[in-house]
C-alpha cells in the first residue's frame, strides 16, 4: 500500500488542481462577462434552441480579445470579445457564430468538462507512476518523459472531444435548418482569424484536430446520417 502512496497522491493533487483551475475561471468569468444580446444570433440561437425543445440557449461575450469560444464547467457558454469583434466587422457570419455556439453547447452537452476533471486526476496518477518505473531505467528524466508521453494523451483525448462536439454541432445545425455549410466555412478561415500555426505542428500534438480532419468528419457524418 506504501507504494501506492505517491500515485494516490497524484491523484488527489490533480483533482484539487483542477478544482482550484474551475473555481478562479469561473470567478474571472463572472468579473468579466455579460450576457449576449445580439438580435440577429438570438434569432439563429432561438432556432437551436427550438430544435432541443429548451426556452432559451444564453451565450455570454467574455471580455478578451483572444478569438476563442468556450463551454464553461459550470454549463455556461462564452464567445470571447474578439471573436465577435470579427462578427461585427463582417470576417466573421451570424451562421458561422452560430456553429461556434452549437460547438460549445456540444461539449455541455456531453459531459466533457466533468470528464476532463476526471481525465485530469488519472493523467496525474500516470505520470507519477510512469516517472517511478521510468527513473529506476533511466534516472534522473522519468520525469521529462513521464511529462511528455501524458502531454501527447492529454492532446488526443482532446482531439476526441473536439470531434465529438463538431458531431454533435452539424446534428444540431442541420435540425436547425442552419445546416453545415457555415461550421466548415468557419474552420477554413479560423487558423487566419486567430494567427495559429498549427499547419506546421505534427498532428498528433495538437489539442484540436487539423481542419481538413475536422471537414472531412463533418462530410463523413453527413453522408452516414444520409444513408441511414
Do not use: C
Not at 31 to 47: H, N, Q
Not at 58 to 79: K, Q, S, T
Not at 104 to 120: C, K, N, P, Q, T
Amino acid at each position: 500500500m506504501i507504494k501506492f502512496a505517491p500515485i494516490l497522491a497524484a491523484m488527489v493533487y490533480g483533482y484539487l488542481l483542477f478544482r482550484f483551475s474551475m473555481w478562479r475561471s469561473a470567478r474571472e468569468l463572472d468579473e468579466k462577462s455579460t450576457e449576449l444580446a445580439d438580435p440577429i444570433l438570438t434569432v439563429l440561437t432561438k432556432r437551436m434552441a427550438d430544435s432541443l425543445d429548451i426556452e432559451r440557449i444564453r451565450v455570454h461575450i467574455y471580455e478578451i480579445e483572444p478569438i476563442n469560444g468556450l463551454a464553461a464547467p459550470d454549463g455556461r457558454i462564452f464567445i470571447t470579445r474578439g471573436f465577435y469583434n470579427k462578427y461585427r466587422n463582417g470576417s466573421v457570419t451570424s451562421e458561422e457564430m452560430a456553429s461556434v455556439i452549437a460547438h460549445e453547447l456540444g461539449h455541455v452537452a456531453l459531459g466533457h468538462s466533468r470528464r476532463r476533471m476526471i481525465d485530469f486526476s488519472a493523467q496525474n496518477a500516470m505520470r507519477t507512476a510512469l516517472a517511478m518505473v521510468i527513473n529506476r531505467f533511466v534516472p534522473g528524466v522519468g520525469v521529462w518523459i513521464a511529462n511528455g508521453l501524458i502531454s501527447l494523451l492529454a492532446a488526443r483525448l482532446s482531439r476526441g472531444d473536439e470531434f465529438e462536439a463538431d458531431a454533435y454541432a452539424s446534428a444540431l445545425l442541420i435540425k436547425a435548418g442552419i445546416g453545415t455549410g457555415p461550421q466548415k466555412s468557419l474552420f477554413a478561415k479560423l487558423e487566419k482569424l486567430t494567427g495559429a500555426h498549427g499547419a506546421k505542428t505534427p498532428a498528433w500534438m495538437l489539442s484540436h484536430p487539423k481542419t481538413p480532419q475536422r471537414i472531412a468528419a463533418i462530410e463523413a457524418n453527413e453522408a452516414k446520417w444520409v444513408a441511414d
